[in-house]
């Protein structure tokens, strides 16, 4: 195809699009109503998504050091814990710490342990690269020595792994049905304008045009269809992110977990959608002009 | 240029159109088709611009052998072709001058050719006004002009005229012949299916009536029709 035949493609399709104003305009709102629908669902799938992954990530093992460690017997036992396999992280909290965490948290009348009353441990908190390995190194750093007692949530761990599992698995799931149900909305809204217009088709044809130099217009207008369709939800999915993170980012924020900012979230998204609408587009035009095709 | 030989076709639900047609049109004739609906006028017409494929028999176009040649040489078949319709079938979202480069277009000619030629075959048909109409903008026999335009536009070798003056008035039907007398006197080959008697009868030419899918009469200069029928309704008479 040289660019002479390229150019008359663009400015065919365009045209078209402008002189079909109405059927026109009436793909592009369904197109719209579908990638509206979709952007939405797949904004809540992705957070949903990444707070199961910041939810996940925080499960630590507290390792509480026996009482009477000496601090010489304490950088052994951060060494040996900082070579456990799948650690990224180990941080140390004296007893004396851990005291000022209760009081901050349920009152002042705790601090009547302070001092040599405080029945707390010091405490190492690790972090594992993978948050599956917790279980593992708690059982390890259970068997070192110096080591009361290593705490990682037990049961509740395990089944906070497996809800979190789900709700990926489901949410990946939902975004792929999702995706499909685009696919044959935006397919079918473009076919009805080609099943409208199929003489023109049939004439082309009659005049000796090949398959391809009809198809590349109508196509190119199912792409055009596509991207005009998208343009107007996806505006509105951007600004009313923007709102939502401003909002419910804040309330997160004292719990220690976060939406996925807006910089992090439209791109991808929009760039997603603008594509899958715009081959949705083509591809639909394309399908739908087979059976006209064979004059 | 064109040749028909023991032809048949038959449709899917059995129905025989054409039966053992044998025909052949030379350079610069001009040839109307005649004889009742249904007798198989269309069905031969749509073989020689390969919408049908016959059942059986040789057909040779342009040196194109319709019956072998692969699906994808059909546009080049057409591009050799000028046909018109009865019912026009302009491109409805085009302007009258977009309609008639369209055929200029798929052949990837230049912007500049298209336009000269364009506006050339305009002026033939006397159109030249109504290059940027659309055609619900104009009366049938201006839409038939711009088919005819576009059809010429690319100097076929033939045109194929399937009822082209079936949905017009008797003075619109007048200009529409003289356009095509003229293009035929240019030395194109022109083969009209009609059911105007008036036409065939005051425009003399090489008459084939065809009845129940068969060729029944080959005659040069002949009436719309036999002399034997008129002599036996005047008879009747």
Redesign the interface.
Known sequence: M?W??IK?HLRDSLR?LQ??GWMAFAAISGVAVTILLVGISLAVVFNVTKLSHDVESDVRVHVLVEPKTTAAQKDQLETKLKALQGVTKVTYSSKANELKKVVSQYGDSFKMFGGDDNPLNDVYTIKATDPEQTVAIAKKATKLKHVAKANYGGDEAKKLFRTMDSVRNYGMGFSVLLLIVAIFLIANTIRITILSRH??I??????????W?IRWPFILEGAWTGLLGAIVPLVIIDLGYANVFRAVGRQLATSGYSLMTPGQLIWPLNLTLVLVAMLIGAFGAAISMRRFLK? | MLKLLNVEKRYDNGVSALKNVTLTVEQGEFVYLVGHSGAGKSTLIKLM?R?LVPTSGFIQINNFDLRQMKE?Q??????TLG?VFQDF?????MTVGENIG??L????K??SEIKEAVEQVLNDVGLEKQADHFPNELSGGQQQRVAIA?AIVNRPKILIADEPTGNLDPQTTEGIMDILQRINNRGTTIIMATHNQQIVDELPHRVIEISEGQIIRDEQGGQYTHELDNNQTTSTR
């Open positions: 040289n002479t035949t008359r078209s002189r079909n003489n023109e049939e004439i082309m044809r009659l005049v000796g045009a090949t398959r130099y004059v | 611009y919408e994808r059909v546009p080049q078949l057409r591009r046909v079938k302009l491109l409805p979202k369209y055929a277009q798929v052949i990837g230049s912007d576009r």
